[in-house]
């Protein structure tokens, strides 16, 4: 038998080059695939359900001017919400709020039913739950009563001086709050004012602290202090032997 004849070059190297053409698409289909792959599983991740919970504060509107709540069952309202992790992505807790409505409310406690369909939420995101079910709130009339202002000094000058006169303007001021703890009051206090360091007179402005729950100033802002800080006068004795 005689030898077979050997391929001539220019068809190996149309079968050479038909080899990488096919590398190549087959490489570039590799590339498609994994791309829509990592497409395809951020889609479906994105339309997973998850729920997630949340709490939500309260705030009470239209209270009328002659009331004043004194307590409350709760200050926020949990919920537990189902959506996609997409849909929750458009969810901002942090400026929602559950509010109630009490213009109609009277002195004592009422009950109001909490309805969490009033929450403006996503599209794709329900509320599966929600705690409490219930708020109470307690109300009790307003009152007002003038006091007057007394400085909360603490410690004492140093050595070889002593505390002079103590003035306050204004020296009274009006409360306002619950009724029956505003009447109870006498006297409305300023935040401390160290002496220990004082070696002159100082004129300082200071907050006051009614010192009482749902209690407040009316006319929020500072009172001024001013307190005499003189030196300590030798005694008679002390003075002629001194002189001596």
């Given at each position: 038998?005689?030898?077979?004849?050997?391929?001539?070059?220019?068809?190996?190297?149309?079968?050479?080059?038909?080899?990488?053409?096919?590398?190549?698409?087959?490489?570039?289909?590799?590339?498609?695939?994994?791309?829509?792959?990592?497409?395809?599983?951020?889609?479906?991740?994105?339309?997973?359900?998850?729920?997630?919970?949340?709490?939500?504060?309260?705030?009470?509107?239209?209270?009328?001017?002659?009331?004043?709540?004194?307590?409350?069952?709760?200050?926020?309202?949990?919920?537990?919400?189902?959506?996609?992790?997409?849909?929750?992505?458009?969810?901002?807790?942090?400026?929602?709020?559950?509010?109630?409505?009490?213009?109609?409310?009277?002195?004592?406690?009422?009950?109001?039913?909490?309805?969490?369909?009033?929450?403006?939420?996503?599209?794709?995101?329900?509320?599966?739950?929600?705690?409490?079910?219930?708020?109470?709130?307690?109300?009790?009339?307003?009152?007002?009563?003038?006091?007057?202002?007394?400085?909360?000094?603490?410690?004492?000058?140093?050595e070889g001086f002593q505390l002079g006169e103590v003035v306050i303007?204004?020296?009274?001021?009006?409360?306002?709050?619950?009724?029956?703890?505003?009447?109870?009051?006498?006297?409305?206090?300023?935040?401390?004012?160290?002496?220990?360091?004082?070696?002159?007179?100082?004129e300082k402005e200071v907050r006051l602290s009614p010192g009482s729950?749902?209690?407040?100033?009316?006319?929020?802002?500072?009172?001024?202090?001013?307190?005499?800080?003189?030196?300590?006068?030798?005694?008679?004795?002390?003075?002629?032997?001194?002189?001596?």
């Open positions: 038998m005689g030898a077979k004849k050997a391929a001539s070059p220019s068809a190996s190297g149309r079968r050479a080059e038909s080899m990488a053409r096919r590398r190549r698409g087959n490489l570039r289909y590799g590339i498609a695939a994994i791309v829509i792959s990592f497409v395809l599983w951020g889609m479906a991740h994105g339309r997973d359900s998850v729920e997630r919970g949340y709490d939500i504060p309260i705030v009470f509107d239209d209270l009328s001017d002659d009331l004043v709540i004194i307590d409350a069952s709760d200050s926020e309202v949990n919920i537990r919400v189902l959506g996609s992790r997409a849909a929750l992505r458009n969810l901002s807790p942090t400026k929602m709020e559950y509010s109630v409505n009490v213009s109609g409310a009277k002195v004592g406690l009422t009950i109001h039913e909490v309805d969490v369909t009033r929450l403006d939420l996503p599209r794709g995101v329900k509320i599966v739950s929600r705690s409490p079910a219930q708020l109470s709130v307690k109300f009790e009339q307003r009152g007002r009563k003038n006091v007057k202002v007394r400085a909360e000094l603490e410690g004492v000058p140093p303007e204004p020296p009274r001021v009006w409360l306002a709050g619950a009724r029956s703890r505003v009447l109870r009051l006498k006297e409305v206090v300023t935040e401390p004012i160290d002496l220990s360091n004082l070696e002159e007179s100082i729950d749902h209690v407040w100033v009316e006319e929020e802002g500072t009172v001024k202090v001013r307190i005499a800080i003189e030196p300590v006068e030798p005694a008679e004795g002390e003075e002629d032997e001194g002189s001596a």
